[in-house]
């Protein structure tokens, strides 16, 4: 079967196009942003990408089912093609819960932050004890060489995103997957765009609990309320909670400040993670794997061994440069949570290494919920850790970037143009400081030119 996939180089759908091709069907796609990680992964596969909605690539390819994604809506000029000659289409996550997930112990991971780097770790863990998932992440995680794979055992483990299915499907895709066992890492207002507060997500956290059998199990931290009100709507299976506190059925505890090393618990049963992970976030995210590899049967000690040797995912809070004494990250942080959590985690590293340098903090306010100004009350405690800011200015925010810059202990400045970023960096970045670039796009290839700046500077 030939298919033809609208927004192939999203990360659900890229990765949804290395399943299909592995499953040995002819894969084509279309998209208007073709950018690395993705357009690279997708082009080592073998599949063959169109810039653009032209309907003509769709002719071109004459394939046997159309994959929407959601960021195809009305008057998308393909979409429109499609259904003016009546071919036959799905959603994303319909057609994988039908052709990948049908019949498998699926290992969910939702939450509003930290799902590919946690469905990684996941991925990783049961990799490391010889059981050869399947798995679908939303990014390239390091420990593997693509973002998705078949996997020959019966375990399949996928991000389990929020997000709206398709154009013609409202329902957060999480609820085609039918997980056995689900991480709810957590839950914060986010995708202002599709929903209207925090009810409305609360509300498909809850339809996503009912989907979870009585033999099943969600993993569930002890301190977020959000979550505890989708659980005093209704709860059909186990809950084990993870948490600092030792009572917790998980805990974890920091062995190093900058979260490093530390030490998680079931019980009095304990093990160490040495790793390459920094921040309190990550390791949440640590025991929430654990936990939900334990219960498909892979021991602590094995889990805890497997998250010592994770390498991470590609553009979270990834190196991707040194130059001149100066370190360049790479981040997808795009809410107040997980910009905060990323630089106090930078922050805390830079202190236990004795680093004399300063932390600047480039950033792109490109999410929907970012520029429709939802998070004006909360972004500028999150940029405290920071030094210095340097925010990508957009004509389409809401937000009062004043007030922001007003409000936060760290220098801001605003810029509109990403060559007055590089500039200002190239000019006033000195050794030992460190450049971590948060933004969710490709940020006009920001990344790579900063570092040929600083290299040529």
């Known amino acids: 079967m030939h298919i033809h996939i609208l927004g192939i180089c999203g990360t659900f759908m890229g990765s949804l196009a290395v399943l299909a091709k592995q499953l040995g069907h002819q894969v084509s796609g279309s998209d208007q942003n073709v950018y690395p990680p993705m357009s690279t992964q997708l082009q080592a596969q073998g599949i063959s990408l169109c810039s653009g909605y032209d309907p003509a690539h769709i002719k071109a390819n004459a394939p046997d089912m159309i994959v929407i994604g959601n960021t195809c809506s009305r008057g998308n000029p393909a979409v429109e093609y499609v259904l003016d000659q009546g071919l036959p289409f799905t959603s994303g996550p319909a057609w994988l819960a ?24 996941v991925s990783w863990i049961l990799e490391y004890a010889g059981m050869e998932p399947g798995y679908l992440i939303g990014g390239v995680p390091k420990n593997f060489d693509v973002s998705a794979r078949l996997g020959t055992s019966a375990f399949f483990v996928i991000e389990a995103d929020e997000y709206d299915s398709a154009f013609f499907d409202k ?25 209207r507060n925090i009810d409305d997500i609360q509300q498909q956290f809850h339809h996503l609990a009912k989907t979870i059998p009585s033999t099943g199990l969600i993993i569930a931290p002890s301190n977020d309320p959000n979550l505890d009100q989708v659980f005093a709507k209704g709860l059909w299976c186990e809950l084990q909670r993870t948490g600092l506190d030792a009572n917790s059925a998980w805990s974890v505890s920091p062995l190093l400040a900058d979260g ?26 640590a025991v929430a794997a654990v936990a939900a590899a334990a219960h498909v049967g892979v021991p602590l000690a094995v889990s805890c061994e497997a998250l010592s040797n994770f390498k991470g995912v590609k553009r979270r809070l990834e190196l991707i440069g040194e130059v001149k004494g100066i370190r360049i990250f790479d981040d997808f942080a795009h809410h107040p949570t997980a910009i905060k959590t990323t630089l106090d985690g930078l922050r805390a590293n830079m202190t236990a290494n004795g680093g004399s340098g300063r932390l600047l903090a480039v950033i792109e306010a490109r999410s929907n919920t970012m520029k429709m100004g939802y998070h004006q009350s909360t972004l500028a405690q999150s940029l405290d850790a920071a030094d210095v800011v340097l925010w990508h200015m957009s004509a389409a925010t809401k937000l009062d970037l004043a007030a922001i810059a007003d409000n936060t202990d760290a220098q801001f400045f605003t810029m509109k143009e990403t060559a007055d970023i590089i500039a200002w960096v190239t000019t006033n970045a000195k050794l030992g400081d460190q450049v971590v670039i948060m933004s969710n796009g490709g940020f006009e290839g920001l ?11």
Not at 102 to 108: M, T
Request: proline share 0%; net charge positive.
């Open 447 to 457: 990344h790579q030119r900063m570092l040929t700046a600083l290299s040529s500077g």
């Open 98 to 121: 039908e052709h990948v997930l049908q019949g498998r112990w699926v290992i969910g991971v939702a939450g509003t932050h930290g799902k590919t780097t946690t469905t990684s770790m």
């Open 260 to 285: 490093s090393c530390l030490r998680i618990q079931q019980g009095a049963e304990q093990g160490t993670v040495n790793w390459q992970m920094l921040g309190e976030h990550n390791m949440f995210n």
């Open 171 to 195: 329902r957060s895709k999480f609820i085609h997957y039918q997980s056995r066992t689900l991480i709810m890492g957590n839950l914060e207002f986010d995708h202002a765009d599709i929903f």
